[in-house]
């Protein structure tokens, strides 16, 4: 058995990457910020006037006022998630409705070619969009504050009724932008549904969309991992490296916390992504976990 030595580190270095993706109808906070230049990069254009930004490339505008949601979702992103292996899940898949082909054909050949304006086209299929997809005639349908709740992995999520929602649905983003125009966002769909990594990727297009062409904003959420999930990836390190692989230590991980309760914290445990896992080895591999040590937070007040 490895022998555990704690070392103390400062809570302002335990940051989890994940974003917590929430409605935009909620209790929203206003606040005055300093001018700054807009450095806007054109990706793509779906219509003459919609255009997608990469992360990063621009920053927010002038005397802008936007509005963070404070309110959590009905459900846990845990409890959205679908495990076919379960007879009353599997029940649920196979009578579930699917959203048809006004959105795209799913057993259509997919379009020649990657799909564009992505780093990771080898997760997406490249589809021809339908009707729905494409129309601008219904005005009910774009919003200065469109909902959104995070994709999680599977075609299906749970929702609050005990009813199932076709998560393609929710690859269309209509929208009205800062100066009223319609905008839509037609996301691919993963090759596979299933795809942890595709997943992240498609929540984080998603969210940057909204951001980039709306005031609705998504709150970070900082979720530091506790001792019990740093003891466990000590042990599942070798040399600083995941002794099975990273594929395999992310999913172990994932298995052995997400939805569980630890006393001495809020709630229960997050699902964990390979980004937020790779931040923690990475951030204190080489002065802690490559030597064998675990991190552990500091307490306030306490003198080091």
Request: hydrophobic letters at 35%; a positive charge; charged letters at 30%.
């Amino acid at each position: 058995m490895r022998k555990v030595i704690q070392l103390v580190t400062h809570p302002e270095d335990d940051t989890d990457s994940e974003i917590e993706l929430l409605p935009s109808k909620s209790l929203t906070k206003k606040f005055a910020r300093p001018a700054s230049k807009p450095n806007m990069k054109l990706i793509v254009a779906h219509h003459a006037d919609d255009s997608m930004f990469d992360a990063g490339d621009e920053e927010d505008s002038d005397n802008e006022q936007p509005k963070f949601s404070l309110v959590t979702p009905a459900m846990k992103r845990n409890q959205r998630i679908l495990d076919p292996s379960k007879p009353e899940h599997a029940a649920l898949i196979a009578s579930a409705t699917k959203v048809g082909t006004e959105y795209y054909d799913s057993d259509a050949q997919d379009v020649p070619g990657d799909v564009k304006d992505t780093s990771k086209p080898d997760l997406f299929r490249n589809v021809a969009w339908g009707s729905y997809a494409t129309s601008y005639d219904n005005e009910a349908e774009f919003v200065k504050e469109p909902e959104f709740t995070q994709f999680v992995p599977g075609r299906f999520e749970l929702l609050p009724d005990g009813t199932l929602r076709d998560q393609k649905s929710k690859l269309i983003i209509k929208l009205l932008d800062k100066a009223g125009r319609k905008r839509i966002f037609a996301n691919p769909p993963p090759r596979d549904w299933a795809s942890q990594e595709a997943i992240t990727a498609l929540n984080k297009r998603t969210v940057q969309q909204i951001r980039r062409n709306t005031n609705v904003r998504f709150r970070e959420v900082v979720r530091a991992y506790v001792p019990e999930e740093r003891r466990w990836i000590l042990e599942n390190l070798s040399s600083g490296k995941p002794t099975q692989g990273w594929k395999t230590f992310v999913e172990d991980f994932n298995k052995r916390f997400e939805g569980m309760k630890i006393a001495g914290a809020i709630g229960t445990r997050p699902y964990r992504s390979h980004s937020s896992l790779t931040k923690e080895v990475e951030r204190f591999g080489a002065d802690f976990y490559v030597k064998g040590l675990m991190p552990v937070t500091a307490r306030k007040g306490k003198k080091e």
